[in-house]
């Protein structure tokens, strides 16, 4: 489990990953954020994810990806793509990380990251940063991840693209590229690095959303075994039970 402290519209809210109970114990903070949580709870909703199991062979791991997918990663080397990752990231990596999904996600209509979530699981040890390149030094795509080290577990938090280049068939298609060999790069090297487990972050089931299922898709191209855990918002005090009122009303 990883738990960091945030705060959102001046309210103190406490994110914990990957509980393996629920306990609404006493806390600085009015609101507690389960993100994938092992246990179900009235108050929390099932959230579905695939995972890879880091502590299977290269060949066990490599198996399930579809002969298409591996040409890609293979074609994407050949390219002189060069994938990195940064295990412990400062605010600074964190800042800059934050700058170039915000220019993504505005450009997809998406919201922006929570920068503050990132500083937070910076200060906790608790981000990997990965970035994928082109042989001109152009950075094509990178993600984010939350590290539980003591679990031996990551989880995909954020992916951008260089939505620069999403104007153009040929530039999707690499950053396509680039995005399966920074996954199948991040697989490897965080198996070497003793991790366990590596969570894509969330599985559409049956969206009614194309972009979703894309995404499901792509996702599935990595193998994986589908996991079901439970998030949600849970206050701790009443103040926390008013402002989650409101929230819901507003909703």
């Not at 060069?82 to 990380?97: C, F, G, H, M, V």
Request: glycine residues 6%; aromatic residues 8%.
């Amino acid at each position: 489990m990883i738990a960091i402290t945030r705060s959102k519209c001046g309210v103190k809210i406490s994110d914990i990953f990957f509980a393996d109970t629920i306990d609404n114990q006493a806390t600085p903070s009015p609101i507690l954020f389960f993100v994938q949580a092992a246990t179900k709870h009235p108050t929390l909703t099932p959230f579905n994810t695939l995972a890879v199991d880091l502590t299977a062979s290269v060949e066990e791991i490599s198996s399930p990806i579809s002969r298409n997918t591996r040409y890609k990663i293979n074609r994407a080397e050949r390219e002189g793509l060069t994938p990195r990752i940064i295990q412990d990231p400062n605010e600074t990596d964190a800042s800059l990380y934050a700058r170039f999904y915000d220019t993504f996600a505005r450009s997809k209509g998406l919201p922006p990251c929570n920068e503050a979530k990132l500083r937070a699981l910076c200060s906790s040890s608790g981000l990997i940063l990965s970035s994928v390149s082109d042989a001109q030094g152009a950075l094509l795509a990178s993600h984010a991840y939350v590290k539980d080290t003591s679990l031996g577990r990551v989880r995909l938090l954020y992916s951008a693209s260089n939505f620069r280049a999403l104007s153009d068939s040929s530039e999707r298609n690499k950053i396509g590229r680039a995005n399966r060999l920074l996954h199948w790069y991040e697989i490897l090297t965080l198996k070497q690095l003793g991790f366990r487990l590596y969570d894509l972050g969330g599985l559409p089931v049956n969206s009614q959303d194309k972009a979703k299922n894309d995404i499901a898709r792509f996702k599935l191209e990595f193998g994986g075994k589908p996991l079901t855990e439970y998030s949600g918002l849970m206050p701790t005090s009443l103040l926390g039970r008013i402002i989650l009122s409101l929230y819901r009303k507003r909703l």
